[in-house]
């Protein structure tokens, strides 16, 4: 499983990062997290609102920052789709 965290390095981005990193580990899932913070990628993925989550190239999330719990649905919701 591929993750980028969409943003400019804001705390918003940074807690997002921490938080996909904890739901990871507690479901153990193997993943490589990427930080993107180049404006022309984040436009690419059509996101107007950081931060964002991209899981193998499809935006899951943008503009706010789940609790880990949250992101422990949206990454079984993908691993299982």
């Not at 436009?43 to 950081?50: E, L």
């Amino acid at each position: 499983m591929n993750i980028k965290v969409l943003g400019s390095g804001c705390m918003n981005c940074q807690t997002l990062e921490k938080r996909t990193y904890t739901a990871l580990q507690e479901l153990q899932i193997d993943a490589t997290v990427e930080k993107v913070q180049d404006y022309q990628k984040i436009a690419s993925y059509g996101i107007m609102r950081t931060p964002g989550l991209v899981i193998d190239e499809k935006v899951a999330l943008a503009g706010y920052v789940p609790t880990v719990e949250k992101l422990k649905e949206v990454l079984l919701a993908h691993r299982n789709a």
